[in-house]
Protein backbone atom coordinates (compact mmCIF):
# COMPACT_ATOMS: atom_id res chain seq x y z
CA UNK A 1 0.00 0.00 0.00
CA UNK A 2 1.62 3.55 -0.62
CA UNK A 3 2.20 6.07 1.83
CA UNK A 4 -0.69 8.20 0.19
CA UNK A 5 -3.05 5.69 0.91
CA UNK A 6 -2.41 4.98 4.04
CA UNK A 7 -4.42 7.51 5.60
CA UNK A 8 -5.54 5.65 8.58
CA UNK A 9 -3.89 4.28 11.77
CA UNK A 10 -5.67 1.29 13.35
CA UNK A 11 -4.13 0.74 17.21
CA UNK A 12 -6.37 -2.31 18.50
CA UNK A 13 -5.57 -5.76 19.29
CA UNK A 14 -6.52 -8.08 16.16
CA UNK A 15 -9.77 -10.11 16.40
CA UNK A 16 -13.35 -10.31 15.10
CA UNK A 17 -14.09 -6.33 16.05
CA UNK A 18 -10.88 -5.08 14.47
CA UNK A 19 -11.31 -6.74 11.32
CA UNK A 20 -15.05 -5.47 10.70
CA UNK A 21 -13.57 -2.01 11.17
CA UNK A 22 -11.07 -2.44 8.60
CA UNK A 23 -13.23 -4.34 6.32
CA UNK A 24 -15.46 -1.84 6.89
CA UNK A 25 -13.34 0.95 6.39
CA UNK A 26 -11.31 -0.45 3.27
CA UNK A 27 -14.71 -1.20 1.58
CA UNK A 28 -15.49 2.82 1.55
CA UNK A 29 -11.83 3.58 0.58
CA UNK A 30 -10.21 3.83 3.39
CA UNK A 31 -6.61 2.72 3.10
CA UNK A 32 -5.28 1.36 6.67
CA UNK A 33 -2.26 0.42 8.63
CA UNK A 34 -3.16 -2.08 11.93
CA UNK A 35 -0.86 -2.63 14.74
CA UNK A 36 -1.55 -3.94 17.86
CA UNK A 37 0.18 -1.98 20.16
CA UNK A 38 0.85 1.18 21.39
CA UNK A 39 4.67 1.08 21.25
CA UNK A 40 3.99 -0.42 17.60
CA UNK A 41 2.14 2.58 17.10
CA UNK A 42 4.15 5.21 18.38
CA UNK A 43 6.91 3.74 16.71
CA UNK A 44 4.92 4.01 13.21
CA UNK A 45 3.70 7.22 14.17
CA UNK A 46 7.25 8.41 14.06
CA UNK A 47 8.18 6.82 10.03
CA UNK A 48 4.75 7.92 9.03
CA UNK A 49 2.28 10.84 8.78
CA UNK A 50 -1.52 9.89 9.26
CA UNK A 51 -4.10 12.06 9.46
CA UNK A 52 -6.50 10.20 11.87
CA UNK A 53 -5.71 7.19 14.01
CA UNK A 54 -8.14 4.84 15.30
CA UNK A 55 -7.06 3.20 18.90
CA UNK A 56 -8.91 1.40 21.62
CA UNK A 57 -9.31 2.23 24.40
CA UNK A 58 -7.51 -0.70 25.97
CA UNK A 59 -4.60 -2.66 25.05
CA UNK A 60 -1.64 -4.81 26.25
CA UNK A 61 0.63 -1.92 26.62
CA UNK A 62 -1.81 0.82 27.52
CA UNK A 63 -4.27 3.23 26.40
CA UNK A 64 -5.55 4.76 23.44
CA UNK A 65 -5.87 7.86 25.01
CA UNK A 66 -2.02 8.04 25.64
CA UNK A 67 -1.75 9.01 22.11
CA UNK A 68 -3.58 12.29 22.64
CA UNK A 69 -0.69 14.51 22.88
CA UNK A 70 1.18 12.32 20.18
CA UNK A 71 -1.31 12.95 17.84
CA UNK A 72 -2.01 16.66 18.78
CA UNK A 73 1.26 17.54 18.41
CA UNK A 74 0.97 16.85 14.82
CA UNK A 75 -2.09 18.10 14.01
CA UNK A 76 -3.67 14.91 13.21
CA UNK A 77 -7.10 13.27 14.38
CA UNK A 78 -7.63 10.74 17.23
CA UNK A 79 -10.66 8.64 18.06
CA UNK A 80 -10.73 5.97 20.65
CA UNK A 81 -12.94 2.87 20.58
CA UNK A 82 -14.48 1.52 23.57
CA UNK A 83 -15.43 -2.04 23.00
CA UNK A 84 -18.81 -3.03 22.52
CA UNK A 85 -20.30 -6.35 21.79
CA UNK A 86 -21.15 -5.63 18.51
CA UNK A 87 -18.38 -2.95 17.71
CA UNK A 88 -16.63 0.03 19.05
CA UNK A 89 -18.20 3.63 20.35
CA UNK A 90 -16.13 5.97 19.09
CA UNK A 91 -14.80 9.07 21.28
CA UNK A 92 -13.24 11.64 19.11
CA UNK A 93 -10.02 12.45 21.48
CA UNK A 94 -8.48 14.81 18.98
CA UNK A 95 -10.15 16.67 16.37
CA UNK A 96 -7.12 18.00 13.50
CA UNK A 97 -4.85 19.12 16.71
CA UNK A 98 -7.86 20.24 19.11
CA UNK A 99 -8.19 18.09 21.80
CA UNK A 100 -12.23 17.41 21.90
CA UNK A 101 -12.70 14.44 24.17
CA UNK A 102 -15.68 14.88 25.90
CA UNK A 103 -17.91 16.18 23.13
CA UNK A 104 -19.42 13.53 21.23
CA UNK A 105 -19.39 9.87 20.50
CA UNK A 106 -19.81 7.82 17.67
CA UNK A 107 -21.12 4.86 16.55
CA UNK A 108 -19.50 2.53 13.51
CA UNK A 109 -22.41 4.41 10.88
CA UNK A 110 -21.59 7.23 11.72
CA UNK A 111 -17.74 7.25 12.06
CA UNK A 112 -16.93 7.37 8.04
CA UNK A 113 -18.80 11.03 7.84
CA UNK A 114 -16.66 12.20 11.13
CA UNK A 115 -13.12 10.81 9.66
CA UNK A 116 -14.09 13.01 6.28
CA UNK A 117 -14.67 16.27 8.24
CA UNK A 118 -11.80 15.68 9.92
CA UNK A 119 -9.13 15.37 6.91
CA UNK A 120 -6.92 18.32 6.33
CA UNK A 121 -8.10 19.92 3.35
CA UNK A 122 -5.21 18.87 1.01
CA UNK A 123 -6.33 15.49 1.62
CA UNK A 124 -9.84 16.20 0.65
CA UNK A 125 -8.21 17.88 -2.81
CA UNK A 126 -6.45 14.20 -3.25
CA UNK A 127 -9.94 12.23 -2.50
CA UNK A 128 -11.59 14.54 -4.87
CA UNK A 129 -8.82 13.62 -7.68
CA UNK A 130 -8.94 9.83 -6.94
CA UNK A 131 -12.45 7.56 -7.73
CA UNK A 132 -15.12 8.41 -5.48
CA UNK A 133 -18.23 6.32 -4.44
CA UNK A 134 -19.49 9.35 -2.84
CA UNK A 135 -22.63 8.99 -5.26
CA UNK A 136 -23.04 5.48 -4.56
CA UNK A 137 -23.05 6.55 -0.59
CA UNK A 138 -25.35 9.66 -1.60
CA UNK A 139 -28.32 6.86 -3.04
CA UNK A 140 -27.88 4.21 -0.50
CA UNK A 141 -28.84 7.40 1.70
CA UNK A 142 -31.83 8.89 -0.20
CA UNK A 143 -29.76 11.66 -0.62
CA UNK A 144 -28.25 13.95 -3.76
CA UNK A 145 -24.64 13.88 -4.74
CA UNK A 146 -22.94 16.70 -3.18
CA UNK A 147 -19.24 17.61 -2.70
CA UNK A 148 -17.06 15.75 -0.14
CA UNK A 149 -17.34 18.14 3.27
CA UNK A 150 -15.11 21.09 4.04
CA UNK A 151 -13.21 21.43 7.20
CA UNK A 152 -14.79 23.53 9.94
CA UNK A 153 -13.85 26.66 10.39
CA UNK A 154 -13.23 26.64 14.30
CA UNK A 155 -13.20 24.28 16.77
CA UNK A 156 -15.69 23.08 18.91
CA UNK A 157 -14.83 23.77 22.43
Not at 105 to 120: D, I, K, Q, V, W
Amino acid sequence: MSTATRRVLVVAPRGPTTSTTVEQLARHGWGCQVVDLLTEAKAELKKSKYEIVLAAEHMADGRGYDLTDVIAQRSSSLLVGVKLSDGYLWLPTVECGVKTLGTRALNSAMLEEAMEAMLPSHALAAVARAPSNLAVRAERRGHKQSAPPRRRAAAIH
